[in-house]
């Protein structure tokens, strides 16, 4: 695995701490991860990742259920394709575990456990570790219009996180420079992507801030975004709200110019719909 770069120096709040005050009870996220590490199951269980982007990614799950899972107001789900020892370790952190059979290809039985779950126990986002644990996120999170963020382990993007990447959108976090400049010399846009250096074999303070960094990443996709309308709405809105005008003279002849009201001056927002209250001077349209 590529010794992965340094972040800049500077802290980032924790999941926990960022979250804290939210009126929402609690942040529920998924994680899923394609394989479990490699002294577990054979290799062959998961063709499309090395044993060492598989100690890559469980091991950045138990960090981030570590890190952030004890706040209170988060939550973790961690689906795996396997019970045992791994499972063990995440149920003690206070993640929930959820098995399910993640080969390449999703089965359906698969992404109707994860539907399932995105709709029944309120899942704001999801987090993916591994192609095969990418393209079953990218499909559920497609169905349940769930935000979805995938981790890429080793030294370049591989067909299947790429392809996920391009038909749902989904967010990307890379582990390594190569990784990272290689997403970008395939044309993948910087705003939806990051470098997030991790190193399973490391517990330092880079590793840390990245910890950091994907949590931060995570409360964000899970904030809904304000809609292309609900903004239309509130840029009109807002300015009759806040536009200070002198009163209207009653005797005023119609169509008289409106001047700003001075700082000092009592302050009147008079609004007139003509539409809705024709005014007794103008005869009704229609009559019955």
């Known amino acids: 695995m590529d010794r992965p770069a340094q972040r800049r120096p500077g802290a980032t709040p924790t999941l926990s701490a960022v979250t804290a005050g939210n009126p929402v009870p609690s942040l529920h996220v998924v994680e899923i991860v394609g394989a479990v590490p490699s002294d577990e199951t054979a290799d062959e269980a998961c063709p499309l990742a090395t044993a060492s982007d598989r100690l890559g990614a469980t ?14 107001n988060v939550r973790f789900t961690v689906v795996c394709p396997a019970d045992g020892p791994y499972a063990e370790r995440l149920r003690a952190l206070g993640a929930d575990i959820v098995i399910v059979a993640m080969p390449d290809d999703p089965p359906w039985h698969a992404i109707q456990v994860l539907v399932g779950l995105i709709r029944n126990k309120q ?7 591994l192609p095969n644990a990418h393209r079953l996120a990218g499909l559920a999170g497609g169905i349940t219009r769930t935000p979805v963020l995938a981790t890429v382990q080793g030294a370049q993007m591989d067909m299947p996180d790429l392809e996920v990447h ?21 044309g993948l846009s910087p705003e939806r992507i990051s ?13 840390t801030q990245s910890l950091d960094a994907i949590g931060q990443r995570l409360r964000l996709l899970a904030t809904p975004a304000e809609s292309r309308g609900a903004a239309q709405a509130r840029a009109l809105v807002q300015p009759l709200a806040q536009e200070t005008v002198a009163p209207v003279a009653a005797n005023a002849p119609r169509g008289a110019r409106v001047v700003p009201a001075a700082a000092a001056d009592p302050v009147a927002i008079v609004a007139v719909l003509d539409e809705l209250e024709p005014s007794p001077a103008r005869a009704p349209v229609f009559k019955v």
């Open 195 to 207: 470098l997030d250096p991790f190193d399973a074999d490391a517990d330092d303070e880079a590793a």
């Open 166 to 186: 391009r038909l749902i959108a989904s967010q990307l976090s890379l582990v390594t420079e190569a990784s990272y400049f290689h997403a970008l010399g395939l």
């Open 59 to 72: 091991r950045l799950v138990e960090r981030l259920v570590e890190r952030h899972g004890s706040g209170g």
């Open 123 to 129: 899942a704001a986002v999801l987090h993916a570790h």
